[in-house]
């Protein structure tokens, strides 16, 4: 099984949706996701899901008119939040992960992220948890049950998904089934917009397995922007 992570593309945070940079984005990767399926049948998506918020369901918008798929709403995989009067920042994640790896040179092997006071109460960590339970349930659906840093292959499937999001809900993913700190992935995983990136589940029943990063912020459908009198303009590479 392989999940194919799309983040969306430029947005308007304040509407939530794509600016008009982000829905030529969102165009072109949908261009290059049925490309790669026409070339590769393995590849083909058969299923497309997408976070709840807008500018996550315009660029799924884009690929589900081209591959001619309907769209399946994760509620978990919004974009996280975070909280917190008390804390630096705001408790903008980001901004203390990268406190904690690059000034704090925090020890994740002996200490636990969580119960830092940067986020033992920052609501992040419990965006993160309920991400982390989200995706188990649906790695469970495709047959994969998830056991402390191992996937125990059920029944296992040869299907390819994808799933529109965001950097941070993205990340939090990684984290969970890769076995890696949210705040390192946040420091250390950056998304470009409408980038690519593959989780390869083996499809082994019976079996303890683990997921492999095939690919990882590829945006190589997207040419080096170019500004203009009018604007940045985006186009495909061929």
Same mark, same amino acid.
């Given at each position: 099984? +392989?999940?194919?992570?799309? +983040?969306?593309?430029d947005?308007?945070?304040? /509407?939530?949706? *794509? ?13 290059r ?21 807008? +500018?996550? !369901? ?6 589900? /008119? ?7 709403? *994760?509620?978990?995989?919004k ?7 008390? *804390? ?12 904690l790896?690059? /000034?704090e040179?925090?020890?994740?092997? /002996? ?16 965006? &993160? ?25 059920? !029944? ?15 990340? &939090? ?31 082994r ?9 095939? *690919? ?13 009198? !009018? ?8």
């Amino acid at each position: 099984m +392989r999940i194919v992570f799309i +983040r969306h593309g430029d947005p308007n945070y304040e /509407k939530d949706c *794509l600016t008009p940079l982000g829905k030529k984005e969102a165009l072109v990767v949908a261009k290059r996701l049925k490309k790669i399926g026409t070339e590769e049948p393995a590849a083909k998506i058969k299923k497309i899901y997408s976070s709840p918020l807008g +500018r996550a !369901r315009q660029t799924a918008d884009a690929a589900a /008119k081209i591959l001619r798929l309907d769209i399946e709403t *994760l509620d978990y995989m919004k974009e996280i939040s975070w909280s917190g009067d008390d *804390l630096p920042c705001g408790g903008h994640p980001w901004t203390l992960s990268g406190w904690l790896v690059d /000034k704090e040179n925090f020890d994740f092997a /002996k200490n636990d992220w969580r119960t830092h006071p940067y986020f033992k109460d920052n609501q992040a960590r419990l965006d &993160c948890q309920n991400i982390a339970a989200g995706i188990d349930q649906f790695l469970s659906r495709y047959g994969y049950r998830h056991e402390g840093n191992r996937l125990f292959c059920e !029944r296992g499937t040869d299907e390819t998904v994808a799933i529109f999001a965001h950097g941070g809900s993205i990340a &939090c993913v990684f984290a969970h089934l890769m076995g890696m700190p949210l705040p390192y992935a946040l420091s250390s995983m950056f998304l470009a917009h409408t980038s690519i990136s593959v989780l390869n589940f083996p499809s082994r029943p019976g079996e303890w397995i683990h997921p492999i990063l095939e *690919l990882f912020n590829d945006a190589a459908h997207i040419v080096p922007l170019t500004k203009t009198k !009018r604007g940045i303009q985006v186009q495909e590479k061929n």
